[in-house]
């Protein structure tokens, strides 16, 4: 079930088949997932897609690669995105994230849940000593 | 502004003085923060919630100190937990978290927002490869 | 901090008037919250606003009206209102919620978030005996 | 799978029938999409439902047709209903979205979510100049 | 579809057996589902949830058992849990939930979240007579 | 309150600089709204940022330029993003938005708001015909 047509041959379009390069070779695998295959009705809408993960997530910076899935993960299931909770623990496993990571991983998703409708329930007022602005 | 009253002398009642005790040994600080200030209006409550915390939060396990922090900011963000923000945000500073790393982890946030809103306005189909059911 | 200017003299408009005696009259007080006030920037929002939730929350129906304010209270907390978990809030102490029961409420709604986002985390599969469809 | 037993013959109800019959009339299609056979299993909420989806969508109004189906997939995006994003942006296209339009949408929505989270992240003030109230 | 695989042969492990066991017991019923079955994958994440589960769901207090499940179903459709919302309305009508009465929950659930969404689009501010911090 | 310290002088880093001379340019005045003067904090995140709600907010495209500030409402209202309910409400006024067209946004809203928690309650299965994937 979905709200678009993904294309029945995305490669025949150019620009499609520049950003299908691009995961190939970045991601170092000819698997496409269905992100990118939906994506595809609209070029613009999958360039600057693909740019932006690509950047955030597949350039060495301040946060190591594994960090980085976590937090998509944990926002993902925050937000209740099943496809993205699928691939991007998928993602995760593939950069090594142990059964044990795993498990405190949704136990901490699950203990700031738990907190954040708490301190909502409550309205706790914020401390004056959080803030930085 | 607070749904409920938190004690004027919370510490008059030994199993809140015996939490905050706690708190100040594990944190190895005197600062009582307005979370468990609030929670103490129910002392059920606020031991099960900190022994929770403690627990997830303050015993060495597989995922660093900041790494889970930085977990708990991104889950309550996607939440709209706005004390939980401001508190964590505190606490990961405290244990080490760079500006640049701040703003790193709110590129993340911000993108797996983006692509969770993507794949469900799309409702993409999960692959079947993502699955470990 | 709001985004439209509520009204200074909303009843002088004799539909806003309406509204606001009948909210006086229903929940016998003079007390008008700004929730009516601000809505009666608009008289059609304001009516059909108040109309349902009259006929939902005020009239006698197979739920009790303590139990109703605490549902409602639970929506709000994980929609994530301030103002609405502020006013129901109220409203269920009004209506006899001891703090005993509040605390309850919130330690079975912050349960349920925390099991939410685990289920979400696994992504389970539903039980078919659970189907009903 | 559902949560609710849709009747096996649901316009044997009159007042499921009566409220059929005026999707069928201003709908101008014989087609009763499952939202409306699942709520006929309570006459009062398939009632009070249709009539205000009747009165702000199908009604002409100062937004027109197909924006407001629009503003619906991204209130329902938001919120993660897959049911609804799928039937809206069904309504959508029949009203004429074009496929270059949708995209524009999403990326819209997409946006949107990641300034929100962002906004969320940082706990930014609002500016006074905003303030109507 | 799911993101960890669950064990074949749970009930090998004693500790999870154990749990499965107090789940029959408390419960009087032989059927597992599958929630525990998949949080076997970790047997600390299954103790401790469980052990929640059962302190705060099935303990006597304030609040009667069909309340407390049906506060379970109101947090869970807002966090857009479609699993939480199926076990927890199966829960719910074991204990006695009526059609009528899961028709009025849904119209309590639908109320909130319409006057949610317009206290969050107005940003009324709350009435100082809420404050009770 | 905030989590980060915005820049006592942004503009004296050229590429802060650089954004607020296109923002003053873009939207022909010469105020910064506080979100932009707090993700000053990280050039980066401030360009990129600015560069798509440029690309995407402010350059002619299949939707006028009402519609796209409603859309980011809607959004942001599910979202519960305060700041950017004020900030986008401001700027639909600014491009035309009347108090009736205002409230009308807020009541779709609402009714998306109320449908999207009935189909969840629900779970109501969707109709083949909606599937375009």
């Known amino acids: 079930m979905s709200t678009v ?17 691009d995961i190939r070779v970045t991601r ?4 496409i997932n269905n992100m990118w295959r939906y994506l595809a009705f609209d070029p613009d809408l999958l360039e600057q897609t693909w740019r932006d993960v690509k950047r955030i997530m597949a ?6 690669p594994l960090t980085k899935e976590m937090l998509y993960i944990a926002v993902s299931v925050a937000n209740g995105c099943g496809y993205c909770v699928h691939s991007h623990s998928a993602a995760a496993r593939a950069k090594g994230m142990s059964p044990q990571q795993h498990a405190e991983l949704m136990s901490i998703v699950a203990l700031a849940a738990r907190t954040n409708h708490l301190a909502t329930a409550l309205q706790v007022p914020v401390d004056p000593v959080f803030d930085r602005g």
């Open 5 to 21: 047509s993904p294309p029945v041959d995305p490669e025949s379009d150019p620009r499609v088949r520049a950003v299908f390069d």
């Open 28 to 31: 170092q695998t000819d698997f």
């Open 59 to 64: 350039t060495p910076s301040t946060l190591d």
